[in-house]
């Protein structure tokens, strides 16, 4: 039998010892992250109230695990907003992969899970079905709790999950394409409605009016990157003087005056060569827009941020709170980001972009408090078009 050299065999003696406690620390180290896998409350949650199906995971309320979401934006932007029956349609076929990659992403099976979570509403009927069907039968076959989420509330903990050393009292002020509310928070879970729009969401004014000067959907976006450009003091545009609760909003005067301006500067030539480009670039969109239309972009968009602003402060003033939560699709616009930066006195809270639109990591986060305090649906959970916050 061949023997090693002494130096060699007593460098291997030497190295025993660690490669026994290097397996056992690997071995000490599996065993704590399975603990930990035992231990934490990972949370599936499924949103499908518009015109995108997403699913997430995430542990204990605050650690992002997996975020999936299939958009629907090539399906409804050639009809220039969204069409509740395509998007039922595209929820049916997305649901299920979405739901398995985001297991798949948070390396979970359906057993590791402590709750399946899922928007109950508001939002578009046949859209929010798909979701609350789903998220039923997956809790029915695997014996998991399930939470029903409003859809205002998981924006609102988009903003909870990336700041929570968020003062209270605050304003939590959600604007998207379907809505657009202020609220008083007086801690997470208790909200009192303060003011909201009588007409048209704000994001809904961009939508309408980009689409009324031939620019594409989603129209947000668009306004967005194009107001810089302009000059807003060159058009002028009045302030909604509301009746009753002056914390209220309106936009549907707002569009009008768009209407009529366009009737005004006689520009449907511009708007048809708009409308002939097909996905066009930041500079093919400014070719084709003269200085007076930009003009009238800034415009538009400095008067809704003005509304927005001017509303979140009054809400603050009124229950004496120095935070403000901006939440919802809207939240995105760099215009209203901006604004806020500049406001002294007052600390504004934003979401990072990914999770200003829907998505379902906040209704994942906003689940986790009420699996604390064991509020589960039945299987009787109906979908609910019009579901108030407060």
Known sequence: MKRLPLARHNQHARSAPFLQRFLRDELLRQLIIEIGNLRQIAILGIESSCDE????????????????VASQLDTHSKYGGVVPELASREHLRA???????????ASLNLEDLSAIAVTQGPGLVGSLLVGVTYAKALCFARNLPLIAVNHVEGHIHSVLLEHPGIEFPAVA???????????????PGEYRLLGKTRDDAAGEAYDKVAKLLGFGYPGGPIVDQLAPYGNPRNVKFTLARMKGNELDFSFSGLKTAVLRWTEQHNI???????????NPSLDELLAATPQRTL???????????????????????????ESIIVAGGVACNTGLRAAAAQQNGLRFYFPSPKLSTDNAVMIAAAAFPKYERKEFAGYDLKAQASLMLA
């Open 95 to 105: 649901i299920v992969p979405v739901v398995r990659q985001a297991l798949e992403e």
């Open 53 to 68: 199906t997403a699913a997430a995971v995430v542990a204990d309320g605050c650690r992002i695990l997996s975020s999936v």
């Open 295 to 321: 003009d009238l972009l800034a415009a538009f968009q400095h008067t809704v941020i003005e509304e927005l602003m001017r509303r979140a402060i009054a809400s603050a003033e009124q229950i004496g709170a």
């Open 173 to 187: 002020l959600v604007v998207s394409g379907g809505h657009t509310h202020v609220f008083a928070v007086n801690q």
């Open 268 to 278: 449907a030539g511009e708007i048809a060569q708009r409308r002939s480009l097909r």
